[in-house]
């Protein structure tokens, strides 16, 4: 017999009187009530004191460098006794696999002079090669260009746009494009030296990324959104002219003005319904948005026939707009009417319940009343149905996009920022985050204005910039007769407050 039977057995037989049963219950009530406490206070307790989240790096080599920083004149001991050393230029020289003269562009070889030799690495046929060229000098001390060549770097440009594009668009670390380099294309880098690149090119690309900001204010037609990011935000705009991703920045109406100003531009606007965007006088809100927010409701409530109404009628007005968008046998009057019809059928929707004037309700009710009173609003401003009448916009490399319901494209865009953001590989710097926004920017516009976006292609066009003097996104500035504002539009945006990082030779 068990020790519960046993107890009962006591109870029955009068072995175990009624006081002391009473007794037993009170005394274990007061443990039981002192023990849930305790554990009440310990939860308090862990509560208000949660294990502070540390924002710096603490790995050995990380404490290093801050013990570095504190005491400067105390230097790290290098490993294994041995010093890293560099190669030299006639090393490198002697290692080159051919040589080849550059003479100043319109001179006569004759009267020109060997200067001095100068190792680049360049990528031939997919692999990395080492070219030895032979600088000569001029009169008047003109010297010879080497071409896709940035300054007097020891680099070709196609290295530095394919480290850029495999980092920002591929989503690529350092160690990995430092593998992928070595393992594809037989070239040795360290991270420093993608580092350094990285932030070299977008030194020689920062003039592009304000011409790409003039070309964005001045488009017809702008997708845009933001999302969290490590620092701040991240903001793409992204039109018929031009791509513009900006990381770390505030998600505020100062920053849209820098790119944006409702004050001024005159394009259409297609965004979400957020309040930074409320200023614009031609907007066309995300149907997307709308749309999801009604579903939610049928998913949460399955069982609500208001609900299910409601999402199905507003699915369907949605589906009547894109097709008016695409009869062709519409014109301007005959599409106008449309819209007029489209907005009368809104408002018998919503306005039974906007109507109310409701005060804040519980739960999905709440939602459901939410979403009314936005939809009468935006029908109300006439941001709607304005991508019924927008026209097609044109590309520089002559393809067509079709204005739509949606910004759907900006979201796809941030996408990988948001991916990254979840898995902290993204910058943790304003400098860092105004390289990308620089580096991206120009390689996403670039998609614009080539017919396919290759790695051939995309130097053939950057090439192409320094033998004609311009870049095609400055052509299309100077063919709309614009200018570039007198402050810079990324100074603005990111200052300069971190120091520039110096190459480190190879070798």
Not at 356 to 382: F, H, S, W
Not at 444 to 463: C, D, G, H, M, P
Request: overall charge positive; some cysteine.
């Amino acid at each position: 017999m068990d020790a519960k039977e046993q107890l009962k057995e006591d109870v029955r037989t009068g072995k175990v009187s009624t006081d002391y049963l009473i007794d037993l219950i009170f005394s274990l009530q007061n443990q039981l009530q002192a023990a849930l406490q305790e554990i009440a206070d310990l939860k308090k307790q862990i509560a208000s004191s949660p294990t502070p989240k540390v924002a710096e790096p603490y790995s050995i080599k990380a404490e290093e460098k801050r013990q570095e920083a504190k005491n400067p004149k105390k230097k790290r001991k290098q490993k294994n006794g041995k010093k890293r050393g560099r190669i030299t230029s006639a090393e490198k020289i002697a290692q080159a696999e051919r040589s080849e003269a550059i003479y100043p562009e319109g001179l006569d070889k004759n009267a020109c002079h060997l200067s001095h030799t100068r190792p680049v690495w360049r990528v031939e046929n997919g692999r990395a090669v080492l070219i030895a060229y032979q600088i000569y000098r001029g009169p008047k001390n003109r010297y010879g260009q080497i071409p896709g060549v940035i300054g007097r770097s020891e680099f070709g440009i196609e290295i530095f746009v394919e480290i850029a594009f495999l980092v920002y668009t591929v989503g690529m670390s350092f160690d990995k494009v430092c593998l992928s380099l070595q393992f594809f294309q037989n070239m040795t880098l360290r991270k420093a030296q993608v580092d350094a690149l990285l932030h070299r090119l977008s030194r020689h690309w920062e003039k592009e990324f304000d011409t790409l900001c003039t070309l964005v204010a001045n488009s017809l037609v702008v997708w845009t959104d933001e999302t969290g990011w490590s620092l701040n935000s991240v903001w793409a705009f992204l039109s018929e002219k031009a791509r513009i991703l900006l990381f770390g920045v505030n998600k505020d109406a100062d920053t849209l003005a820098k790119i944006l100003d409702p004050s001024t531009f005159k394009g259409l606007v297609v965004s979400d319904d957020a309040a930074v965007y409320g200023h614009f006088t031609h907007s066309q809100k995300c149907w997307a948005h709308l749309l999801r927010k009604a579903i939610k409701l049928t998913l949460l409530e399955p069982d609500n026939a208001e609900y299910r109404r409601f999402t199905d009628r507003l699915i369907e007005i949605y589906r009547k707009a894109v097709r008016v968008k695409r009869d062709g046998r519409l014109g301007e009057a005959g599409r106008l009417q449309k819209i007029a019809e489209l907005e009368d059928e809104i408002v018998v929707l919503c306005r039974p319940l906007w109507s109310q004037n409701l005060p804040k309700l519980a739960g999905t009710q709440d939602d459901y009343r939410k979403l009314n009173n936005e939809i009468m609003t935006l029908v109300m401003r006439e941001e709607l149905f304005a991508f019924v009448t927008t026209e097609e916009v044109e590309q520089p490399n002559g393809v067509t996009v079709e204005v739509g319901a949606t910004n759907n494209e900006s979201e796809r865009t941030l996408r990988k920022p948001a991916e990254a953001r979840k898995t902290g590989r993204t910058s943790k710097s304003l400098f860092g985050a105004r390289r990308q926004s620089i580096l991206t920017s120009v390689l996403e516009s670039l998609r614009l204005y080539l017919k396919q976006f290759t790695l051939a292609n995309v130097i053939e066009e950057i090439n192409s910039w320094t033998e004609e003097g311009i870049s095609c996104f400055t052509k299309l500035l100077n063919k709309m007769n614009l200018s570039l504002p007198k402050i810079s539009v990324l100074n603005g945006l990111f200052p300069k407050v971190e120091a520039e990082p110096k190459l480190k030779p190879s070798g």
